[in-house]
């Protein structure tokens, strides 16, 4: 490539200041990505509380502990557009929403915990969501940003 031509392609390319909210699209993740990592994240929990009690058939476990996270994640996400809108605060209520109701519901079916442990279940259930819904979104953001500009759609 002559110097020509590249200046000619670099020089053709718009500016940042023409391009504005365009530029900044391009460096957020799409609807799937997201989808994809928070996914990750929500099993990858239920995964954890799996390795740490150690209790039962893991098939079964596995089950009636994914079932109802993923069954209201997706009721909820697509009511509130979280991947549709792919912003912090559709995520903050999916989270919100979805995952209490999830270990509700879990509880329901399981029957335990029961009395007062619901309110620590509930809390550290929603703790450790967050955890990993955080760190799956800050893995994907870093990915973003680190992708050639040669290699984005234009």
């Known amino acids: 490539m ?18 504005g909210s365009a530029r900044l699209e391009q460096r957020r993740p799409t609807g799937v990505v997201l989808a994809l990592a928070d996914s990750v994240a929500l099993v990858s929990f239920v995964a954890a509380g799996l390795r740490s009690h150690r209790i039962g058939a893991i098939a079964e476990i596995a089950v009636r502990n994914v079932v109802p996270l993923a069954a209201t994640w997706v009721v909820v996400s697509v009511a509130v557009g979280t991947y549709r809108r792919r912003d912090l605060a559709s995520l903050v209520i999916t989270w919100a929403i979805a995952v209490p109701v999830a270990l509700l519901v879990r509880t329901w079916w399981v029957g335990s915990p029961q009395g007062g442990r619901i309110v620590v279940f509930m809390a550290v259930g929603l703790a ?18 680190m992708r050639p500009v040669w290699r984005r759609r234009p």
């Open 128 to 145: 450790f969501t967050l955890l990993f819904l955080s760190i799956g979104r800050v893995i994907v953001a870093a990915f973003v940003r």
């Open 2 to 19: 002559t110097w020509t031509r590249w200046e000619h392609a670099v020089m053709s390319e718009p500016s940042i200041a023409e391009t």
